[in-house]
């Protein structure tokens, strides 16, 4: 059973581009969930999605941010006009049920340096 | 607000000796407690999780202590390991609430032959 899959595994851009993170849950998972993790810091909360919609979008920035989860194809967050304090590493996580009665497991992440 | 406070935020310990984490929340509401390992340029990973209806729970050389009235608990490693060089978070998340992970700020761990 593989894994939750993130690509691409790095990614650079320049100010201004858009970036678009990938994260394929584990199979059997509708619950995903997107971190991001600042340099010396631990992971913060964006966004909490189920196949086709955003239950708790609370964490991410009001603007230039977006994420979804089809009902075919991975969750992809979205990232336009992007800025050199977007640099990050960001986090996908998926679970079966939702996250208080079942743990969160994480991809490998996907590394945006924003040049 | 941090809600959940990790300490130390760095730790060296010596082949064969105990390492211990600690956190501390504030939001009584949680009620799941997971611990994370992540080593460098990887997600992190599961270690091992409790919930407050219990003080301590052990894996192997990883153990939980839970202090409910206190609101603390911690992450102790037995034996340590130089392969157990790694950053650990704490977390918590609340059943049927928000279901957002809150991690504490992590430990660097360094085990030293």
């Known amino acids: 059973n593989a894994g939750v899959m993130q690509n691409p595994r790095h990614l650079v851009r320049r100010r201004g581009q858009e970036a678009r993170l990938r994260c394929s849950p584990m199979?059997?998972?509708?619950?995903v969930y997107w971190y991001r993790q600042l340099p010396e810091e631990g992971l913060k909360f964006m966004v909490y999605?189920?196949?086709?919609?955003?239950?708790?979008e609370s964490g991410m920035p009001k603007e230039r941010f977006s994420a979804e989860f089809p009902k075919e194809g991975p969750s992809i967050l979205r990232i336009q006009q992007v800025v050199r304090g977007d640099s990050a590493a960001y986090f996908c996580?998926?679970?079966?049920?939702?996250?208080?009665?079942?743990?969160?497991?994480f991809g490998p992440g996907t590394r945006l340096l924003v040049l | 607000q941090q809600q959940v406070k990790q300490s130390p935020q760095s730790l060296i310990v010596q082949k064969g000796g105990i390492s211990i984490i600690n956190c501390a929340y504030e939001?009584?509401?949680?009620?799941?407690f997971p611990w994370y390992q992540q080593f460098p340029g990887k997600g992190p990973a599961l270690l091992i999780a409790?919930?407050?209806?219990?003080s301590e729970k052990k894996e192997g050389r990883f153990t939980i202590s839970f202090n409910k009235s206190a609101k603390q608990f911690s992450l102790h490693i037995m034996d340590s390991q130089p392969g157990d060089s790694a950053t650990y978070f704490c977390?918590?998340?609340?059943?049927?609430?928000?279901?957002?992970?809150?991690f504490g700020k992590g430990t660097k761990l360094t085990v030293n032959p």
């Open positions: 996580a998926s679970s079966r049920f939702s996250a208080g009665q079942e743990t969160q497991y």
């Open positions: 199979k059997g998972h509708s619950h």
């Open positions: 999605l189920q196949k086709e919609n955003i239950i708790d």
């Open positions: 939001n009584t509401a949680f009620d799941y």
């Open positions: 409790i919930r407050p209806d219990v």
């Open positions: 977390a918590a998340v609340t059943q049927g609430g928000s279901e957002k992970l809150v």
